[in-house]
């Protein structure tokens, strides 16, 4: 069965800091997703990663894919409290999300 | 425009009762899903359909689950005879198509308490 784990699954920085959550799954996939969660709403994506070693940057988020590894990874440059939410990676071939990383930034 | 709608956007029921969901997907986009996602934990797939194909059931968690998907477009999500271990958000979510680059969009959910 195709497993999705992400951690940390609970992370609580500091506004300024960096720090990279981690995205495993146990299938061959060269397609992976993120999506972040705002409490009380629904998903909205964030990267859509196509093939190995594909990298993508919006603002201080920045991921990244290893097929070879299975393996991706969401890097915070400089956090800032709007960053706070849920983020979600996904197999989305395979309808496969991970539990989530509940991001807190605090002042 | 549009994105996928979802009604209703609550609904409180009583055990043992039945409940439909309903989705609009976005216009032209052929794949569909049904996603459950219990307080804080991730999401929980429970049907997908693409086009005309015969949808993919792998995920319902028991027969009282059922969906449907009218003329390819609206589909609705069925739980039969509720129990309050049904209560989560039902979230659906559509694509232009399966198996290519596109992402899914999701819906704003439904959040579904059973008392």
């Known amino acids: 069965e195709l497993k999705v784990e992400q951690n940390p699954l609970f992370l609580s920085m500091q506004e300024g800091k960096n720090y990279t959550i981690y995205c495993n799954y146990s299938t061959t996939s060269d397609r992976l997703y993120w999506y972040r969660q705002d409490p009380g709403k629904s998903l909205e994506s964030l990267f859509v990663?196509?093939?190995?070693?594909a990298v993508k940057q919006e603002g201080r988020l920045m991921a990244s894919l290893d097929t070879k590894a299975r393996l991706s990874t969401l890097h915070i440059t400089a956090a800032v409290h709007d960053l706070s939410a849920t983020y979600f990676c996904?197999?989305?071939?395979?309808?496969?999300f991970g539990a989530g990383t509940r991001l807190t930034v605090k002042p | 425009g549009a994105g996928v709608s979802q009604s209703p956007s609550n609904k409180v029921t009583e055990k043992g009762k039945d409940v439909e969901l309903r989705c609009d997907p976005i216009?032209?986009?052929?794949?569909l899903y049904w996603y459950r996602q219990s307080l804080g934990q991730g999401l929980e797939f429970l049907i997908y359909f693409q086009g005309n194909s015969a949808p993919d059931k792998s995920g319902l968690p028991s027969d009282r689950f059922s969906a449907e998907r009218t003329g390819g477009s609206v589909s609705t999500l069925t739980i039969q005879r509720t129990q309050q271990e049904d209560s989560a958000v039902y979230l659906c979510?559509?694509?232009?198509?399966?198996?290519?680059?596109?992402?899914?969009?999701f819906g704003p959910g439904t959040r579904l308490t059973v008392l």
């Open positions: 979510a559509s694509s232009l198509q399966q198996d290519t680059a596109n992402e899914q969009f």
């Open positions: 996904a197999v989305v071939r395979d309808m496969r």
């Open positions: 216009s032209g986009h052929t794949a």
């Open positions: 990663l196509l093939s190995n070693g």
